[in-house]
């Protein structure tokens, strides 16, 4: 007997698919236990034109997670106050308007919409370390140290009342639903490492079966060599199912795909993943 039913559906991602636009962005939606889950909204209001073409109201969403505090994944999210009066929209705990990158000796701002804080706060929820939703669907924050080092190699930065200093990625976080087949991690970006990300989900929970993860890969500015050694890494933890798309792209896709074979899917705008046994 299946437990409950888990349907993910790509809303934005870069590849456009069935007529439908895509943009430098990330959007997905998760129906899980009946309620409909939103995690991010991508770099506009292009996830409501693609909700509609997919036959989707926002007005039924039910709860709202941002991955991380980058333009790509929050500047839609003004739009969705505005068309979905009843979700909360969860945000991990210190998410301000300080993210920038580091372009040459400049440094661009690509961090959430300003004063979307500011002027939400009753729809906007900070959490803190491992934060259950509802039954079954949890957001897991990194537990890695060191992760200030990728923030100063990929040359992203926060600006805090000490200066600038390297983006320890803290804003960022793992939606993790327990469903018919484990544990499905979704990650948008996974800045932080994507095999730190499975390893802390398998730490968080001992007891259960991690069986893949849904993400962007932040692979495009990687070495074929990186991307190969990552592609054997998330083979070693032992997970069985990846989907990736958006900061990943198209070359780092087909060494992947090389390497992981058939146990990868490509992510496009529309498209599903069922993990229920009985369909």
């Not at 929970?205 to 592609?231: Q, T």
Request: glycine fraction near 8%; include cysteine.
């Amino acid at each position: 007997m299946a437990i409950m039913r888990t349907r993910i559906t790509v809303i934005v991602d870069n590849i456009s698919n069935m007529g439908i636009g895509g943009e430098w962005g990330l959007s997905i939606l998760v129906e899980y236990a009946g309620k409909m889950i939103l995690v991010d909204t991508g770099a506009s209001d292009l996830f409501l034109k693609n909700m509609k073409k997919l036959g989707i109201d926002v007005r039924d969403i039910d709860h709202a997670v941002l991955s991380h505090a980058h333009y790509d994944h929050s500047n839609g999210m003004p739009a969705f106050f505005e068309n979905n009066a009843k979700a909360k929209f969860y945000l991990r705990n210190g998410t301000a308007e300080d993210c920038y990158a580091k372009k040459f000796f400049f440094k661009k701002y690509i961090g959430i919409p300003k004063n979307v804080l500011r002027d939400y706060p009753d729809r906007i929820e900070m959490v803190f370390g491992d934060y259950k939703i509802i039954d079954g669907v949890y957001l897991i924050p990194h537990k890695t140290k060191g992760l200030s080092a990728i923030g100063k190699r990929e040359m992203m930065y926060r600006r805090t009342v000490n200066g600038w200093l390297p983006d320890d990625f803290s804003h960022e976080q793992s939606l993790v639903l327990d469903t018919d087949k484990g544990l499905v991690m979704i990650n948008s970006c996974s800045h932080g490492g994507t095999v730190n990300i499975i390893n802390e989900v398998q730490a968080t929970f001992p007891e259960k079966h991690v069986y893949g993860l849904i993400g962007g890969f932040h692979l495009f500015n990687k070495s074929n060599n990186e991307i190969r050694e990552l592609a054997k890494q998330i083979n070693n933890t032992g997970i069985e199912y990846v989907c990736t798309g958006h900061c990943t792209k198209e070359r780092a896709y087909s060494i992947l795909q090389e390497e992981l074979g058939d146990k990868l899917e490509q992510m496009k705008v529309g498209y599903q993943m069922d993990f229920s046994l009985q369909q």
